[in-house]
Protein backbone atom coordinates (compact mmCIF):
# COMPACT_ATOMS: atom_id res chain seq x y z
CA UNK A 1 0.00 0.00 0.00
CA UNK A 2 1.09 3.43 -0.68
CA UNK A 3 0.93 6.50 1.26
CA UNK A 4 -2.34 7.80 -0.03
CA UNK A 5 -4.05 4.02 -0.95
CA UNK A 6 -6.74 2.61 1.20
CA UNK A 7 -8.82 5.70 0.67
CA UNK A 8 -12.39 5.70 2.49
CA UNK A 9 -15.56 7.87 1.97
CA UNK A 10 -18.44 8.66 4.08
CA UNK A 11 -21.55 10.49 3.28
CA UNK A 12 -22.62 13.78 4.55
CA UNK A 13 -25.59 15.60 4.24
CA UNK A 14 -24.27 19.68 3.24
CA UNK A 15 -26.27 22.34 5.19
CA UNK A 16 -27.59 23.12 2.02
CA UNK A 17 -29.51 19.63 2.07
CA UNK A 18 -27.13 18.33 -0.61
CA UNK A 19 -25.79 14.67 -0.27
CA UNK A 20 -22.22 14.03 -0.81
CA UNK A 21 -19.30 11.88 0.01
CA UNK A 22 -16.34 13.29 2.53
CA UNK A 23 -12.85 11.89 1.97
CA UNK A 24 -11.94 10.86 5.88
CA UNK A 25 -8.43 11.31 5.58
CA UNK A 26 -8.32 15.04 4.23
CA UNK A 27 -11.87 15.95 5.52
CA UNK A 28 -12.36 16.96 1.78
CA UNK A 29 -16.19 17.19 0.90
CA UNK A 30 -15.20 15.03 -2.94
CA UNK A 31 -17.76 17.74 -4.70
CA UNK A 32 -18.09 21.00 -2.72
CA UNK A 33 -21.85 22.37 -2.11
CA UNK A 34 -23.30 21.68 -5.32
CA UNK A 35 -22.79 17.56 -5.08
CA UNK A 36 -21.25 14.94 -7.31
CA UNK A 37 -24.28 14.90 -10.48
CA UNK A 38 -24.82 18.58 -10.22
CA UNK A 39 -20.99 19.41 -10.52
CA UNK A 40 -20.12 16.51 -13.01
CA UNK A 41 -22.86 17.65 -15.48
CA UNK A 42 -22.41 21.23 -15.09
CA UNK A 43 -18.53 21.63 -14.99
CA UNK A 44 -17.10 18.64 -16.41
CA UNK A 45 -19.80 17.42 -19.10
CA UNK A 46 -21.20 20.79 -20.27
CA UNK A 47 -18.22 23.44 -19.31
CA UNK A 48 -15.73 21.04 -20.76
CA UNK A 49 -17.82 21.52 -24.35
CA UNK A 50 -18.07 17.71 -24.57
CA UNK A 51 -21.73 18.47 -24.48
CA UNK A 52 -21.95 20.41 -28.15
CA UNK A 53 -18.44 19.42 -29.54
CA UNK A 54 -20.72 17.59 -32.28
CA UNK A 55 -18.00 14.70 -32.85
CA UNK A 56 -19.02 11.29 -33.26
CA UNK A 57 -16.20 9.41 -31.15
CA UNK A 58 -14.27 10.84 -28.17
CA UNK A 59 -11.72 9.67 -25.68
CA UNK A 60 -12.12 11.18 -22.41
CA UNK A 61 -9.12 10.90 -19.29
CA UNK A 62 -11.27 10.34 -15.93
CA UNK A 63 -8.51 11.37 -13.98
CA UNK A 64 -9.53 10.62 -10.56
CA UNK A 65 -11.98 8.85 -10.70
CA UNK A 66 -12.94 8.24 -7.08
CA UNK A 67 -16.44 8.09 -6.24
CA UNK A 68 -17.26 8.01 -9.94
CA UNK A 69 -19.36 10.82 -10.61
CA UNK A 70 -17.77 11.86 -14.14
CA UNK A 71 -17.76 8.29 -15.12
CA UNK A 72 -22.00 8.14 -14.44
CA UNK A 73 -22.36 11.81 -15.82
CA UNK A 74 -20.12 10.43 -18.71
CA UNK A 75 -22.51 7.27 -19.54
CA UNK A 76 -25.40 9.43 -18.99
CA UNK A 77 -24.64 12.15 -21.50
CA UNK A 78 -23.55 9.13 -24.21
CA UNK A 79 -27.46 7.79 -23.96
CA UNK A 80 -29.13 11.37 -25.04
CA UNK A 81 -25.84 12.56 -27.16
CA UNK A 82 -26.96 13.27 -31.22
CA UNK A 83 -23.51 13.19 -31.85
CA UNK A 84 -21.54 11.11 -30.14
CA UNK A 85 -21.73 7.40 -30.65
CA UNK A 86 -18.59 5.66 -29.24
CA UNK A 87 -16.70 7.23 -25.88
CA UNK A 88 -13.48 5.34 -24.77
CA UNK A 89 -12.93 6.66 -21.28
CA UNK A 90 -9.95 6.56 -19.51
CA UNK A 91 -10.52 6.08 -15.68
CA UNK A 92 -7.28 6.99 -13.19
CA UNK A 93 -7.25 6.38 -9.64
CA UNK A 94 -5.35 4.29 -7.30
CA UNK A 95 -7.94 1.84 -6.60
CA UNK A 96 -11.70 1.55 -6.88
CA UNK A 97 -12.44 2.08 -3.06
CA UNK A 98 -14.45 5.42 -4.41
CA UNK A 99 -17.05 3.23 -6.74
CA UNK A 100 -17.59 0.76 -4.12
CA UNK A 101 -18.45 3.90 -2.06
CA UNK A 102 -20.83 5.18 -4.79
CA UNK A 103 -22.55 1.52 -5.05
CA UNK A 104 -22.83 0.90 -1.45
CA UNK A 105 -24.68 4.20 -1.24
CA UNK A 106 -26.88 4.02 -4.99
CA UNK A 107 -30.35 5.29 -3.26
CA UNK A 108 -28.96 8.43 -2.53
CA UNK A 109 -27.61 9.45 -5.94
CA UNK A 110 -30.08 9.00 -8.92
CA UNK A 111 -27.16 8.44 -11.42
CA UNK A 112 -25.40 5.37 -9.17
CA UNK A 113 -28.91 4.07 -9.52
CA UNK A 114 -29.69 4.26 -13.15
CA UNK A 115 -26.16 2.83 -13.88
CA UNK A 116 -25.86 0.62 -11.02
CA UNK A 117 -25.31 -2.57 -13.52
CA UNK A 118 -22.23 -0.53 -14.78
CA UNK A 119 -20.71 0.05 -11.31
CA UNK A 120 -21.21 -3.86 -10.70
CA UNK A 121 -19.27 -4.75 -13.64
CA UNK A 122 -16.52 -2.08 -12.95
CA UNK A 123 -15.79 -3.27 -9.70
CA UNK A 124 -14.52 -6.46 -11.23
CA UNK A 125 -13.47 -5.63 -14.35
CA UNK A 126 -11.12 -3.50 -15.95
CA UNK A 127 -11.48 -3.17 -19.97
CA UNK A 128 -15.15 -3.45 -21.33
CA UNK A 129 -17.82 -2.06 -23.48
CA UNK A 130 -21.10 -1.10 -22.47
CA UNK A 131 -24.04 -0.45 -24.46
CA UNK A 132 -25.88 2.50 -24.09
CA UNK A 133 -28.44 2.22 -26.49
CA UNK A 134 -28.33 1.47 -30.29
CA UNK A 135 -25.30 1.63 -31.42
CA UNK A 136 -23.58 3.90 -29.07
CA UNK A 137 -20.64 2.17 -27.29
CA UNK A 138 -19.09 3.63 -23.57
CA UNK A 139 -15.57 1.73 -24.26
CA UNK A 140 -14.27 1.67 -20.35
CA UNK A 141 -10.74 1.33 -18.86
CA UNK A 142 -9.50 1.82 -15.34
CA UNK A 143 -5.74 1.85 -15.46
CA UNK A 144 -4.83 1.51 -11.66
CA UNK A 145 -2.05 2.73 -9.76
CA UNK A 146 -0.11 5.99 -9.18
CA UNK A 147 -0.97 8.64 -11.66
CA UNK A 148 2.49 9.97 -11.91
CA UNK A 149 3.53 6.46 -13.17
CA UNK A 150 0.46 5.14 -15.03
CA UNK A 151 0.05 8.05 -17.09
CA UNK A 152 4.19 7.58 -17.97
CA UNK A 153 3.20 3.55 -18.68
CA UNK A 154 0.00 4.27 -21.04
CA UNK A 155 1.96 6.43 -23.52
CA UNK A 156 4.26 2.96 -23.97
CA UNK A 157 1.60 0.91 -24.28
CA UNK A 158 -0.63 3.45 -26.81
CA UNK A 159 2.25 5.87 -27.98
CA UNK A 160 -0.17 7.76 -30.51
CA UNK A 161 -2.98 8.01 -27.75
CA UNK A 162 -4.54 11.52 -27.51
CA UNK A 163 -7.13 12.52 -25.39
CA UNK A 164 -10.54 15.04 -26.67
CA UNK A 165 -11.32 15.98 -23.17
CA UNK A 166 -9.66 15.48 -19.67
CA UNK A 167 -11.39 15.72 -16.22
CA UNK A 168 -8.81 16.53 -14.12
CA UNK A 169 -10.53 15.75 -10.37
CA UNK A 170 -7.51 14.88 -7.75
CA UNK A 171 -7.84 15.89 -3.90
CA UNK A 172 -6.89 19.18 -3.91
CA UNK A 173 -3.48 20.82 -4.70
CA UNK A 174 -3.07 22.15 -0.67
CA UNK A 175 -3.33 18.20 0.50
CA UNK A 176 -1.88 16.01 -2.56
CA UNK A 177 0.78 18.45 -4.26
CA UNK A 178 2.53 16.30 -6.36
CA UNK A 179 -0.80 15.40 -8.38
CA UNK A 180 -0.57 18.96 -9.54
CA UNK A 181 2.75 19.48 -10.73
CA UNK A 182 4.93 21.11 -13.99
CA UNK A 183 6.22 18.02 -14.81
CA UNK A 184 3.00 15.97 -14.31
CA UNK A 185 1.20 18.36 -16.87
CA UNK A 186 4.09 18.33 -19.28
CA UNK A 187 3.46 14.69 -19.54
CA UNK A 188 -0.44 15.20 -19.72
CA UNK A 189 0.73 17.58 -22.47
CA UNK A 190 1.69 14.73 -24.55
CA UNK A 191 -1.51 13.55 -24.84
CA UNK A 192 -3.06 16.86 -25.99
CA UNK A 193 -4.10 18.25 -30.00
CA UNK A 194 -4.99 21.50 -30.56
CA UNK A 195 -8.45 20.85 -29.59
CA UNK A 196 -8.56 18.97 -26.58
CA UNK A 197 -10.37 20.20 -23.81
CA UNK A 198 -8.81 20.31 -20.08
CA UNK A 199 -11.08 20.71 -17.08
CA UNK A 200 -10.67 20.90 -13.30
CA UNK A 201 -12.23 22.61 -10.35
CA UNK A 202 -9.54 24.37 -9.10
CA UNK A 203 -8.57 28.06 -9.72
CA UNK A 204 -5.20 27.86 -7.85
CA UNK A 205 -2.44 30.44 -9.19
CA UNK A 206 0.18 27.39 -8.78
CA UNK A 207 -1.94 25.19 -10.95
CA UNK A 208 -2.66 27.77 -13.43
CA UNK A 209 0.71 28.89 -13.90
CA UNK A 210 2.20 24.93 -13.83
CA UNK A 211 -0.19 24.75 -16.45
CA UNK A 212 1.14 27.38 -19.18
CA UNK A 213 4.50 26.29 -18.14
CA UNK A 214 3.97 22.98 -19.77
CA UNK A 215 2.50 24.27 -23.19
CA UNK A 216 -1.21 24.66 -21.93
CA UNK A 217 -3.30 27.56 -22.74
CA UNK A 218 -5.17 28.12 -19.66
CA UNK A 219 -8.16 30.28 -19.04
CA UNK A 220 -11.23 30.09 -16.61
CA UNK A 221 -14.62 29.25 -16.38
CA UNK A 222 -17.94 28.33 -14.18
CA UNK A 223 -17.58 28.07 -10.41
CA UNK A 224 -17.28 24.18 -9.53
CA UNK A 225 -19.54 24.49 -6.14
CA UNK A 226 -15.79 24.26 -4.33
CA UNK A 227 -14.32 27.75 -6.27
CA UNK A 228 -15.53 31.30 -7.13
CA UNK A 229 -13.76 29.59 -10.79
CA UNK A 230 -12.57 26.58 -12.60
CA UNK A 231 -9.70 26.39 -14.79
CA UNK A 232 -10.38 25.88 -18.75
CA UNK A 233 -7.20 25.18 -20.26
CA UNK A 234 -6.67 23.41 -24.03
CA UNK A 235 -4.07 22.95 -26.78
CA UNK A 236 -4.52 26.02 -28.64
CA UNK A 237 -5.94 29.42 -27.67
CA UNK A 238 -8.50 29.73 -29.83
CA UNK A 239 -10.19 26.77 -27.90
CA UNK A 240 -10.14 29.32 -24.43
CA UNK A 241 -13.42 31.27 -24.25
CA UNK A 242 -11.69 33.40 -21.50
CA UNK A 243 -8.06 33.03 -21.67
CA UNK A 244 -6.13 34.39 -18.58
CA UNK A 245 -4.99 37.83 -19.29
CA UNK A 246 -1.36 39.29 -19.13
CA UNK A 247 -2.06 40.42 -16.12
CA UNK A 248 -2.06 36.66 -14.56
CA UNK A 249 2.02 37.52 -15.03
CA UNK A 250 1.80 39.96 -11.74
CA UNK A 251 -1.18 37.76 -9.90
CA UNK A 252 1.82 34.59 -9.74
CA UNK A 253 4.71 37.66 -9.61
CA UNK A 254 2.80 38.57 -6.39
CA UNK A 255 1.20 35.32 -5.90
CA UNK A 256 2.10 34.32 -1.41
CA UNK A 257 2.03 30.46 -3.31
CA UNK A 258 3.03 30.78 -6.94
CA UNK A 259 4.29 27.10 -7.14
CA UNK A 260 2.48 23.83 -5.38
CA UNK A 261 4.36 22.41 -2.53
CA UNK A 262 6.28 19.59 -4.58
CA UNK A 263 8.12 21.48 -7.25
CA UNK A 264 11.42 21.31 -7.19
CA UNK A 265 13.83 24.27 -7.22
CA UNK A 266 14.64 23.39 -10.67
CA UNK A 267 10.54 23.11 -11.84
CA UNK A 268 10.34 26.34 -10.40
CA UNK A 269 12.95 27.96 -12.24
CA UNK A 270 11.75 26.64 -15.59
CA UNK A 271 7.79 27.34 -14.27
CA UNK A 272 8.51 30.99 -14.48
CA UNK A 273 10.54 30.97 -17.51
CA UNK A 274 8.18 29.29 -19.71
CA UNK A 275 5.76 31.15 -18.18
CA UNK A 276 7.03 34.92 -19.34
CA UNK A 277 7.87 33.19 -22.96
CA UNK A 278 4.47 31.23 -23.85
CA UNK A 279 2.43 32.99 -26.37
CA UNK A 280 -0.37 33.24 -24.41
CA UNK A 281 1.01 36.25 -22.93
CA UNK A 282 4.25 37.24 -25.27
CA UNK A 283 1.83 37.78 -28.18
CA UNK A 284 -0.43 40.37 -29.21
C1 LIG B 1 -11.30 13.91 -5.17
S1 LIG B 1 -11.29 12.19 -5.43
C2 LIG B 1 -12.04 12.08 -7.00
C3 LIG B 1 -13.49 12.39 -7.03
C4 LIG B 1 -14.15 11.79 -8.21
N1 LIG B 1 -13.82 12.41 -9.46
C5 LIG B 1 -15.65 11.58 -8.07
O1 LIG B 1 -16.35 11.87 -9.01
O2 LIG B 1 -16.06 11.13 -7.05
C6 LIG B 1 -9.59 11.86 -5.81
C7 LIG B 1 -9.27 10.45 -6.22
O3 LIG B 1 -7.88 10.44 -6.54
C8 LIG B 1 -7.36 9.17 -6.17
N2 LIG B 1 -5.89 9.31 -6.01
C9 LIG B 1 -5.22 9.86 -4.97
N3 LIG B 1 -3.90 9.81 -5.20
C10 LIG B 1 -3.73 9.22 -6.41
C11 LIG B 1 -2.61 8.90 -7.20
N4 LIG B 1 -1.36 9.16 -6.78
N5 LIG B 1 -2.79 8.30 -8.39
C12 LIG B 1 -4.04 8.00 -8.83
N6 LIG B 1 -5.16 8.29 -8.12
C13 LIG B 1 -5.01 8.90 -6.93
C14 LIG B 1 -8.07 8.79 -4.90
O4 LIG B 1 -8.07 7.38 -4.75
C15 LIG B 1 -9.46 9.39 -5.15
O5 LIG B 1 -10.33 8.39 -5.65
Excluded at 42 to 50: F, M
Excluded at 63 to 87: H, N, P, R, W, Y
Aim: aromatic residues 12%; hydrophobic residues 35%.
Amino acid sequence: MTETQGNRYTLEVLDNGVVSFRHTQTGEILHGSVGPEKEATELYIDASGLGKCGKSEVVVFDVGTGCGAQLMALIDFLKTSQSVQEIHVYSFDLEKEGLRAALEAREQFASVERNHLFLEKSLSENSFTWKCGENKNFHWKFIGGDFRETIRSLRDKEPQLKADFIFYDFFSPASHPWLWTFELFQMLHSYCKETTHFVTYSSATCVKAALVAAGWFVGTTIPSGKKAQSIFAAGSSGEVANLLPSKFISTFSLSHKPFCDAETQESQLEIRKRLLAHPQFSEG
